[in-house]
């Protein structure tokens, strides 16, 4: 058996998210097109037949603007640290601007001796013919361990990085049961879910502002799920936005949580949800742990 560690990183967008859950098999972590969807680490397990690797999520990799910026910015320090292998991920639509800012993000790396693996995503979203200049310009950025062009949303080429991920790992223990494809607690997993349709059903200004707190969670004796969460944001103006017109806009992330979290759990959902105004609260250190997010 061989096993090991392994982190996702890269700048905010590249999809890093995505292809966790197109590695898992599962969907354990939640994909928007906005920036900074990620907040923590989120741990995905894949276990082969004589392989399992444990599969870290990261934050973007951004400037912070307030003390929950600098907690992502922790999370992704404490990723790499330990692991077997790193995989950066790049959007294959990269420009020469957008191409210093990675080569100062993998600036940092240099010091490890850690393998680092890139994942040139997006491929579907641009001819072949245009992606062979791209990929020649990347691998003169670094010393990366192989260069992988794939479509993390798609599948394409995602088993190739896999075998390469694979035949770096050692030999080494299974570290989670096979039926195991997260560490999150269900209570985390079903507030993210709820977050995810909050950020692509509301402006854009709003999603970073906004945390979700489950109140309750409770099975009744025929399966049904019962719960209860809290969506804070930090301005009374956002709340009404969150609210919408008769409650429509809140009935639609309901709804659409709803879906997931019944797919997730394998059992109906009651799903009741209220909004809270928490002024700052990205700045307010002990909310910001009660919300979920360590200090580590």
Known sequence: MKSGFIAITGRPNAGKSTLLNRLVGEKVAIVSRKPQTTRTKILGVHTSD???????????IHKPHNKLG??????????????????????AGISESELEAEKEALGGLKTSDVPVILAVNKIDTMPRLNLLPVLDRLQHIYDFAAIVPISAQKGENVDKLLEIIEG??????KFFPDDV????PERQIVAEFIRE???????????HGIAVEIEKMK?????????SAVIY??????KGIIIGKRGDKLKDIGRQ?????ERFLGEKVYLELWVKVKENWRNIENFITEMGFDKN
Do not use: F, W
């Not at 004589?50 to 973007?60: A, E, K, R, S, Y």
């Not at 770096?168 to 223990?173: C, H, K, L, W, Y």
């Not at 494809?181 to 999150?184: A, M, P, S, Y």
């Not at 099975?219 to 799920?225: A, D, I, P, S």
């Open 50 to 60: 004589d392989c399992q690797l444990v599969l870290i999520d990261t934050p973007g």
């Open 70 to 91: 600098r907690r992502m910015e922790r999370y992704i320090y404490s990723a790499t640290q330990d692991i077997d292998a790193l995989i950066y991920m790049i959007d």
């Open 168 to 173: 770096m790992m050692e030999d080494g223990p």
């Open 181 to 184: 494809i997260t560490d999150q």
């Open 197 to 207: 349709k909050a950020l692509r059903l509301l402006n854009k200004e709003i999603p």
């Open 219 to 227: 099975q009744r004796e025929n399966g049904t799920y019962d719960i």
């Open 233 to 238: 944001c930090e301005k009374q103006s956002h």
């Open 257 to 261: 949580a709803r879906q997931d979290i």
